[in-house]
């Protein structure tokens, strides 16, 4: 999954170190990239609150464990409504949708689940929900939106769904329009190069200047860092000289000359 991604920000490649804790990572990036606070609000559907009932699991420890803090399981009218259009069928599941909290669709004539749960969330997931749901279809169209957590059972095991590639392109969209200039921060350049003065300096350039200052003196604070200058020429070994054979060393130079001269 990590190959097919390209260009994954920094804190989405911390996640997926430690396999562990991949899903709470993949929670708390959700948390943070979008700002959802505590209480956590989860949609949950008829078939998902079927199968936490068939796995007789405690859903509302789990999802609190996942998330860490406090959530309420919500479901909306037009759910209620079709669990109670089921009958026998889905009489446990109704009995159980019935003790979740009650959330405003907003909806005066009943829409299918899916389609109310999509209409919920909307575009930019202004509700700051998580959806829980076992529809294929429904998690396809979610991740296409890529603004919300999914929550689905894998046979008997609890998982939040991995994020979409939408997901990925939003922490992109979010990283460049940080390192970017705002529009605030442009029209007041173009104002002051119109007016001849000081260049306007962004903030984000001050916070920068400023690190490199608090750099710079703690360096001085903490002393010249002693540098190797070269080898100290006391415990160099000196060179070898080169050895004249004794016959030379006693060899006269003046008969030496007179044997060439004769």
Known sequence: YQRRVHGETKQIKILYKMQGTSKKRIALLYKT??????PYKVIVDGCFIHKYLQTQMNIQNKLEKYLDGKVHIVVTDCILNELKDLGEK???????????????????????????MLDCVGKKNKGKFFVATQDRELKRKLA??????????????????????????IMKDKEK????????????????????KEPYVPDSQKLAYK???????????????????GPNPM???????????RD???????????????
Do not use: W
């Not at 019935?98 to 389609?115: I, N, V």
């Not at 490199?212 to 190797?228: E, F, I, P, W």
């Not at 415990?235 to 054979?245: G, N």
């Open 177 to 196: 329009s940080q390192q970017s200039l705002t529009m605030e921060e442009k029209l007041e350049l173009k104002r002051v190069r119109k007016m001849n």
């Open 33 to 38: 990239v979008f700002h959802i606070d505590p």
């Open 90 to 116: 889905t009489k446990g599941a109704y009995l159980a949708a019935k003790e979740h909290r009650k959330e405003k669709c907003g909806h005066s004539t009943r829409l299918s689940p899916d389609m109310c």
């Open 248 to 262: 030379k060393k006693t060899e006269n130079p003046k008969s030496s000359q007179q044997d060439s001269i004769i």
């Open 235 to 245: 415990s160099c070994k000196k060179k070898a000289t080169e050895k004249i054979p």
């Open 144 to 169: 296409a939106i890529g603004r919300v957590g999914v929550f689905s059972f894998h046979e008997v095991k609890l998982e939040l769904e991995k994020p979409s590639l939408k997901m990925h392109q």
């Open 211 to 229: 690190a490199q200052q608090d750099v710079y003196k703690l360096t001085l604070c903490m002393g010249k860092r002693r540098v190797a200058k």
